[in-house]
């Protein structure tokens, strides 16, 4: 009898909670946008924590180089362990810098570069699928001008807008960076 009392609270515990997580999941499903919403601008909140936390976290192990090595230097002054923690600061944060800016100074011309080789080969790219894709189409007349207007339309606006718009971006982010971290080094010094 007791078997069978506990047989039934298992199962009805058992079937409450599949209940509770099928509502739980449809008041999920229908608040979607919301919850979304929500999380969005959570993470909006928290997002340069985040991102100061990880930059700490990757620039703790040379902090604590240039510190050790700092410290057995500075040891006999007043404040030298002080001002070996700050100069250890300045020298990761100088490092990061310097390897963000040779980053970027090395990868966006070098995008720029591929974009200007894309813009070249748009046309002879657009003609190729264009004969591939009428070859394909065989008899079908709407299927050949649809694929006539679409090849026109990428072959025209695709250059335009990589060189009105994608280029310059780059070229802005360039003096960006390069000013941002030119600006830094002024502070520092």
Known sequence: MKEDKKYYLKLMLTLFTAAALAILFRFLLSNLD??????????????PFIIG?????ILT????????RLNK??????????IAVSLSIILALLIAVSVVFAVLILVIPALVESIQSILLQIPSSASAFKNWAVKWAGDNEVLKN?????????STNLPKWLSST??????TAI????AGVFGFIQCIL
């Open 146 to 154: 649809y694929i006539n207007d679409m090849t026109k339309a990428i």
């Open 166 to 171: 994608v280029l310059p971006y780059f070229q």
């Open 61 to 68: 192990p040379l902090c604590n180089f240039f510190e050790n």
């Open 175 to 178: 003096g960006g960076v390069s």
């Open 73 to 82: 230097i500075l040891y006999k002054i007043k404040n030298g362990e002080k």
């Open 53 to 57: 936390g990880v930059i700490a976290y």
């Open 34 to 47: 919301n919850i979304c919403t929500a999380l969005s601008t959570v993470t909006g909140i928290l997002m």
